[in-house]
């Protein structure tokens, strides 16, 4: 027997076998242990068990046709180690994004590996070895003499048969994959699809030539494409609603983006045995934003979601201030980020309402791209991670924590001229949910025997007190009043393949957890906080990220229809109340969910399997209305069509008038310009520094010269600033 087989993996052909069989095996513990297919039947799996053996001995068959031994060996050996580092990479990938690297990912992987590099250090486990442990087998049977190389050139035309016999298979597969799911090629649907009925060669290859055909569309964009959108955005303007169009004209506008932050995060209250007594008690785990989302100065929103994809909280930024949707595959920042031509918000708001724009953000400014797009957004200044003072003890992966960073952030905020319009980018609440020590550990940890979800609850506690200390100081230093405040959650902070575990703390079942439970937590807070306003509401109209520009515009008085934006007003009573995702079968209506392929009834969760005429005119409807939407949007995106967008009256951006060095200096010095006209807090001030109403013990350890009664010492200043 061991004999047989050893003669076997000696011959050429015996070998090649032998890789595709371990690949085979490698891609099926991926398949069902790393990643989730969402299998919806048999035949599903069947395909799956199957997809890996086509491609891998295409793939892997490659070097039969080498005549040289060391050469076959060796091309044998690159081969199978390339598949093997695009199955491990992606298993990794898979369990932070829960989707698939495609080449957009790739090639933008210098500028996000900077974060994803330790977040995939802490998703590999011990199982993971069974990626390498063929390494050590093959080594094993080649030193035992089990395994001795074939000098004889293996038969070209027979190389040639095994090429026909794998490309047969591989259409044999596709066949059977597009009866259970037609059009699987075409529309794509999602990257999972692909997988699932096909491999993870075939998704790599088959994004491949996408990624290309894409960038061949914004080659070919006529300036008349544009026709098309400006005839969409017409037809779908939402008039704004006079009761609160302008409300907050000339006003700050500050952003809160709520790193991960889900809205069943709002009023939830966290059970946890008490350590010593053991009787269980309730925390709640953020009773400040709970106070902001029942406020009177609150319009909030209870049915918003986040419409990102892969580019997670750059797609987020991408929607909210452009009013179009991030990309089907990578980060749009990443991709076109440094490329396209923008309207977006800090753009029309400096041009038309006179605004300074600036972001404050700890993580490393190119991150998602940021330094480049925010460029062509119209960012004024860019207070980045090189603006503070980040160490070990104040941050992690992802950049400094939300107290320094919203603390530290005032030394430039308060040199800023008003109105100005800023974005303050959290990151605390970030996977893997680091857990905090000293001072700032207490929130107690979930129970579950997920360690993701155990610690989200304390971190997204941790956000919730830094957020109401920047709120005591813009009351304290009276910005509050003349400012509107906008407050996000980006995208979901616990993935679909974890939300089993999270259903008991949501009174759920694991058992009957279903699609429709993940749509509904694809939720995220959207709180407009508009201070002295007293007709604050919870609307629930469906909705998401692309509404905000069109929303916040009207509250400033601005017409957005001048505009190239896809959302509506969320206040207007002319609303489409249907929530697009990122996937065109995705949506939300009032009365229908549609979600990974599936239809529920909104209100209770029940699914149709068998819809009557009238649900199934209704469901179409909704498709074909997602559908262009998100069709337009890529065209817009994809196309670079904003370059072609007719006279609004608003200067194009030259990104070369932007640098983001030097931010404080240049402040000081529009400061020093303006003399008495100048409207910085800091002017307003007196010309006296703000940062001594920061009142958080945090920052009085970061800083304590400006708490000493004595003489206050300098405090340091560097050449960056
Ligand atoms: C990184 C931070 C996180 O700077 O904004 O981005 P995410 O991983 O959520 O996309
Ligand atoms: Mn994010």
Avoid: C
């Amino acid at each position: 027997m061991l004999k047989k087989f050893s003669n076997t993996v000696s011959t050429r052909l015996g070998f090649t076998a032998l890789l595709v069989i371990l690949f085979w095996l490698k891609s099926l513990f991926a398949y069902f242990v790393k990643f989730n297919l969402d299998f919806d039947d048999g035949f599903q799996i069947f395909l799956a068990i199957i997809n890996p053996l086509p491609s891998a001995l295409l793939f892997i068959g490659l070097a039969l046709y080498i005549k040289n031994t060391k050469l076959y060996y060796s091309l044998s050996a690159i081969l199978y180690t390339l598949l093997t580092v695009l199955l491990f990479a992606n298993a990794t990938y898979f369990g932070e994004f829960t989707d698939f690297i495609t080449i957009n990912t790739m090639l933008a992987s210098s500028k996000v590996s900077a974060g994803l590099g330790k977040s995939a250090i802490n998703l590999f486990t011990p199982a993971d070895l069974l990626f390498i442990i063929d390494y050590v087998l093959i080594g094993l049977l080649i030193w035992r003499k089990k395994l001795r190389f074939d000098k004889r050139a293996f038969n070209k035309r027979a190389s040639f048969a095994i090429t026909s016999l794998s490309i047969l298979a591989f259409t044999v597969n596709l066949f059977l994959a597009e009866i259970d799911r037609p059009e699987l090629l075409s529309r794509g649907f999602s990257n999972t699809y692909i997988v699932r009925y096909l491999g993870l060669l075939p998704f790599t290859v088959y994004d491949g030539v996408n990624t290309y055909k894409t960038n061949q569309v914004r080659k070919e964009a006529k300036p008349a494409d544009i026709k098309a959108v400006q005839q969409y955005i017409s037809d779908n303007y939402a008039q704004p609603n006079p009761e609160t169009f302008g409300i907050a004209k000339g006003r700050n506008v500050i952003y809160i983006h709520l790193e991960s932050f889900q809205q069943f995060l709002i009023n939830y209250k966290l059970k946890v045995p008490d350590k010593e007594s053991k009787v269980e008690k309730e925390y709640e785990v953020t009773p400040f934003l709970n106070s902001l989302f029942s406020s009177k100065e609150t319009f909030a929103f209870d049915n918003f979601f986040h419409q990102v994809k892969a580019g997670k909280t750059s797609d987020a930024e991408t929607l909210m201030e452009n009013s179009f949707f991030g990309l089907s595959q990578g980060s749009f920042f990443v991709s076109n980020g440094g490329k396209n031509t923008f309207q977006a918000a800090p753009n029309i708001l400096s041009q038309v309402g006179g605004y300074t724009s600036a972001v404050f953000h700890g993580n490393v400014g190119s991150f998602w791209n940021r330094n480049e797009t925010y460029k062509r957004l119209g960012y004024n200044y860019f207070f980045d991670q090189t603006y503070f003072d980040v160490d070990k003890s104040n941050s992690f992966q992802y950049g400094l924590h939300d107290k320094y960073m919203f603390g530290d952030s005032i030394e430039y905020l308060e040199h800023l001229q008003q109105p100005f319009y800023t974005k303050f980018i959290t990151v605390s609440n970030h996977y893997p949910y680091v857990q905090f020590t000293g001072n700032e550990a207490g929130f107690p940890l979930a129970e579950t025997k997920d360690e993701t979800i155990n610690g989200y609850f304390a971190t997204a506690n941790y956000l919730d007190t830094a957020v109401k200390e920047f709120f005591d100081y813009l009351k304290a230093s009276n910005v509050y009043k003349n400012s509107i405040i906008v407050l996000y959650g980006d995208h979901y902070g616990i993935s679909n393949s974890r939300n089993p575990d999270l259903a008991q703390l949501l009174g759920k079942d694991k058992e009957t957890w279903s699609n429709y439970d993940n749509a509904m937590l694809q939720r995220v807070p959207y709180m407009i906080v508009v201070p002295g306003m007293d007709k604050g509401y919870v609307s629930h109209t469906f909705g998401g990220e692309l509404d905000n520009l069109p929303t916040l515009l009207h509250l400033l008085g601005i017409d957005s229809s001048r505009y190239p934006e896809l959302g509506q007003d969320l206040l207007s009573t002319g609303h489409r109340n249907l929530l697009t995702m990122r996937t065109t079968d995705n949506w939300v209506s009032p009365n229908l969910t549609s979600y990974a392929g599936r239809i529920y009834k909104t209100a209770t969760g029940e699914e149709i399997t068998n819809p009557d005429p009238e649900t199934k005119k209704e469901i179409d409807g909704n498709n074909q209305k997602s559908e262009t939407l998100l069709k337009i949007s890529d065209e817009i995106t994809t196309g670079d069509l904003t370059r072609f967008w007719p006279n609004d009256g608003l200067k194009t951006i030259d990104p070369s008038d932007y640098q983001y060095t030097k931010g404080l200096k240049r402040a000081k010095a529009i400061e020093k310009k303006l003399g008495s006209k100048s409207t910085s807090i800091f002017s307003q001030n007196g010309n006296k520094t703000t940062k001594n109403l920061w009142l958080t013990q945090s920052f009085k350890t970061l800083h304590p010269e400006l708490f000493e009664t004595t003489e206050s010492t300098s405090s340091s200043s560097s050449s960056k600033k």
